[in-house]
C-alpha cells in the first residue's frame, strides 16, 4: 500500500521556538493532505486541510498563524508550530489522499511534540 | 455537528475470543463509516468501511455493519489473535468545505490479546 511518512517522529523544543514537521507520501502524489492533532485518550482532530499548490483550509478553533501549513509539492506537507507553547504539546499526524473528494487516506506514523 | 462515540478502553481478551468495540455516531446526511487501526509505532490504516445503511464492511476476520435505526457501527471479531493487538479508531466522512472529505473519528479503543 501507500507510504507516509513524518519527519521528526519525536521533536522536544523550548517554549517561544518554532518547530517544523515534514510529511511525504513516498510512493504516490498527495493532492491533499489532512493535519491532525490527537490528544491523550482522545480522538484525532483535524487540524487543517491542504490541496498542493493553494492555501490551507483550516478547522474552525485552529489559529493559522500559529499552525502554519505548506503543501508545495505533490509529494510534501510541512506543519510549523511558531512560537511554541507548552499547550501545544501533543501528537501530531498527517493523511495523503490522490485527490479531493472521499479517496482513501493514507497516514503518517505521526509526531510527538513536547514543549518545555 | 458530526460527531463518533466508541467504547471506552482498554479492552484486554483472551486469545480466540470473541471481541465487540462499540461505536454510535451523530451526523447530517449519510456519511460513509470507517474502522481505521493503528498497530504500535505505525500509522493508521484503514481496516473496513461501509458507505450506505445495512452495508457490511469486512477485512481480516473483522467486520461491521452500518446501522441506520440504531447510528451503529459496532466492530466484530469471532476469533482474535494476538497480532490484532492495536488501537482501533471508528471514523465517518464529513463533507468539508470544496467537496473535501473529512474524517471525524471516535477517541479510540486499545486492545490487549494475551496468548
Known amino acids: 500500500g501507500a507510504v507516509v511518512s513524518q519527519h521528526p517522529s519525536r521533536v522536544i523544543c523550548k517554549s517561544g521556538t518554532s518547530v517544523k514537521i515534514e510529511c511525504r507520501s513516498l510512493d504516490f502524489q498527495a493532492t491533499t493532505m489532512f493535519w491532525y492533532r490527537q490528544f491523550p485518550k482522545k480522538s484525532l482532530m483535524l487540524m487543517a486541510t491542504?490541496?498542493?499548490?493553494?492555501?490551507?483550509?483550516?478547522e474552525q478553533g485552529v489559529e493559522k498563524d500559529k499552525f502554519l501549513i505548506n503543501h508545495a509539492s505533490l509529494t510534501l506537507s510541512t506543519l510549523t508550530v511558531t512560537s511554541a507553547h507548552p499547550e501545544d504539546s501533543s501528537f501530531y499526524i498527517c493523511?495523503?489522499?490522490?485527490?479531493?473528494?472521499?479517496?482513501?487516506?493514507?497516514f503518517g506514523p505521526g509526531t510527538r511534540l513536547t514543549v518545555l | 455537528g458530526n460527531s463518533v462515540t466508541q467504547m471506552e478502553g482498554p479492552v484486554t481478551l483472551s486469545e480466540e475470543a470473541f471481541l465487540t468495540i462499540n461505536c454510535t455516531y451523530t451526523a447530517t446526511g449519510y456519511p460513509s463509516l470507517f474502522w481505521y487501526v493503528q498497530y504500535p509505532g505505525e500509522g493508521l490504516q484503514l481496516l473496513l468501511k461501509?458507505?450506505?445503511?445495512?452495508d457490511k464492511g469486512s477485512n481480516k476476520g473483522f467486520e461491521a455493519t452500518y446501522r441506520k435505526e440504531t447510528t451503529s457501527f459496532h466492530l466484530e471479531k469471532g476469533s482474535v489473535q494476538v497480532s490484532d493487538s492495536a488501537v482501533y479508531f471508528c471514523a465517518l466522512s464529513d463533507p468539508g468545505i470544496q467537496g473535501a472529505q473529512k474524517l471525524v473519528f471516535g477517541q479510540g479503543t486499545r486492545l490487549t490479546i494475551n496468548p
Open positions: 493523511s495523503a489522499s490522490q485527490g479531493t473528494g472521499f479517496l482513501k487516506q493514507f
Open positions: 461501509a458507505t450506505k445503511a445495512d
Open positions: 491542504s490541496n498542493e499548490g493553494s492555501k490551507a483550509t483550516y
